[in-house]
């Protein structure tokens, strides 16, 4: 739980922050009465997300360990103090004609190995997107099999809103490998969660199932083909899948936290998503939907939520597959 007075005094960095450049994101909780910053903060205590106050009042753990989750360069620029540095290119595959794919649970354990995660480990991530990249080795980790992993709210935008008494570091820091010996490599310590997981063809089936949603969390001219992003060969979204852009679940505008859940269910409920709907997320490369599905499972609660790897690159490059476009622009209501 946030202490009040911790709020207080993010609530007057916030306020200097914002009144020194322009650059800052221009926090809307500095309009808010400290009850409703309380209320906001605490609503997700108990899930997988960590506010950044929440983070630092806990005691060192030896078994912690904090990854930063943004391009090399960011980095090494600023980073919080501590972290490991890891990219999206890190955790993907190389095995396949088209990019993207999720990284092979034996080359995982290597990386996670290289920077001193155990079985043990309690893993927090965070990057500079809202929680976007972060979600994506979120659900790595949880598919194959290391359930303690959670997510920095606000990620580096919440932790620089704390103001200057918190300290950062330059240093550019890469991964180091341990000198374990092999019998105590690191090895996912429980089985792995296919139930997180839709394949190709799932994603097929669902087509043809009412009972079944596939929610493409791209951005509107994704969906409606009339912008097409590097790595796919056809524009346009799976046939009779719901639109819902994974960013509508962040504070974009003002300090990168997820939204409160009670805005995030009336904006799925709108687009015809519930809690009781089976449903199947997907993006370009399955990492904005690994966002939305930690949206839908770990922050509302939906208990049948699965992210689409291969997602719309996969499905793109398989001509005989149907697609759907709008090159008009226009979403259906």
């Known amino acids: 739980m946030v202490r009040a007075g911790r709020i207080v005094g993010v609530l007057t960095?916030?306020?200097?922050?914002?009144?020194?450049?322009?650059?800052?994101?221009?926090?809307?909780?500095?309009?808010?009465?400290?009850?409703?910053?309380?209320?906001?903060?605490?609503?997700?205590?108990?899930?997988?997300?960590?506010?950044?106050?929440?983070?630092?009042?806990?005691?060192?753990?030896?078994?912690?360990?904090?990854?930063?989750?943004?391009?090399?360069?960011?980095?090494?620029?600023g980073h919080i103090p501590g972290a490991k540095r890891v990219w999206r290119d890190d955790i993907q595959s190389v095995n396949y004609p088209y990019g993207g794919m999720a990284l092979e649970s034996g080359i995982m354990t290597d990386l996670l190995d290289s920077m001193g995660v155990t079985s043990a480990s309690e893993v927090y991530i965070y990057d500079a997107k809202g929680g976007c990249d972060a979600a994506r080795l979120w659900w790595l980790m949880k598919v194959y099999g290391h359930d303690q992993v959670y997510l920095l709210d606000g990620g580096w935008q919440a932790w620089q809103l704390l103001g200057a008494d918190i300290p950062e570091t330059s240093d550019a820091a890469e991964l180091v490998p341990t000198c374990r010996e092999a019998a105590d490599a690191y090895a996912f310590p429980t089985p792995a969660d296919s139930t997180m997981v839709a394949t190709l063809e799932d994603v097929q089936r669902a087509i043809d199932d009412p009972n079944i949603i596939l929610l493409d969390t791209r951005s509107t001219d994704e969906f409606t083909g009339v912008f097409m992003k590097p790595g796919a060969v056809r524009?346009?979204?799976?046939?009779?899948?719901?639109?819902?852009?994974?960013?509508?679940?962040?504070?974009?505008?003002?300090?990168?936290?997820?939204?409160?859940?009670?805005?995030?269910?009336?904006?799925?409920?709108?687009?015809?998503?519930?809690?009781?709907?089976?449903?199947?997320?997907?993006?370009?490369?399955?990492?904005?939907?690994?966002?939305?599905?930690?949206?839908?499972?770990?922050?509302?609660?939906?208990?049948?939520?699965q992210n689409y790897d291969g997602s719309w690159t996969e499905w793109s490059h398989i001509a005989e597959l149907p697609i759907e476009n709008n090159p008009s622009g226009a979403v259906a209501p």
Not at 272 to 298: K, M, N, P, Q, W
């Open 13 to 77: 960095a916030v306020v200097l922050l914002a009144s020194c450049t322009d650059e800052t994101p221009q926090a809307d909780v500095v309009n808010d009465t400290v009850e409703q910053i309380i209320d906001q903060a605490s609503e997700y205590v108990g899930t997988e997300l960590f506010s950044i106050e929440d983070w630092l009042n806990l005691s060192d753990d030896k078994h912690r360990v904090l990854i930063d989750l943004r391009k090399p360069d960011a980095f090494a620029e």
């Open 235 to 305: 524009a346009g979204h799976i046939p009779g899948a719901l639109h819902f852009d994974w960013g509508n679940a962040v504070q974009m505008d003002s300090d990168w936290k997820m939204k409160p859940r009670k805005d995030l269910l009336a904006m799925l409920e709108a687009v015809g998503v519930t809690a009781d709907d089976h449903i199947i997320t997907y993006c370009h490369t399955g990492v904005r939907s690994a966002h939305t599905t930690f949206v839908l499972r770990e922050l509302l609660g939906f208990t049948n939520v």
